[in-house]
């Protein structure tokens, strides 16, 4: 897998990102000082802002679950160190 990092031509963030993370099911989500987390298409297209948050993120975690089906299902939690 070769990972191609390009210059999008607005940004979608209004402040620095701090984190960025991938789901166990190829789903790409960002979150930033601006307080908000967004979802990110395979190729590199913003889906959507999905939540803000109410601290500074400092990094994204995945908590898993298997449904009925067992299929892999996750929900995304982001996590703020406090100084």
């Known amino acids: ?3 191609e990092v390009k210059q999008a031509p ?3 963030h209004t402040d620095l ?3 960025v993370g991938w789901t166990p099911t190829n789903e790409l989500f960002s979150c930033s ?3 908000t987390v967004y979802k990110w298409s395979m190729t590199g297209e913003a889906l959507g802002k999905v939540c803000d948050i109410d601290a500074f ?3 994204l ?3 898993t679950a298997a449904t009925r ?3 892999a299902a996750s929900d995304v939690r982001t996590h703020a160190t406090l100084a």
């Open 1 to 3: 897998m070769r990972l």
């Open 10 to 12: 607005t940004n979608v």
């Open 17 to 19: 990102c701090a984190a």
């Open 33 to 35: 000082d601006d307080k």
């Open 57 to 59: 993120c400092t990094g």
């Open 61 to 63: 975690h995945w908590y």
């Open 69 to 71: 089906k067992q299929q």
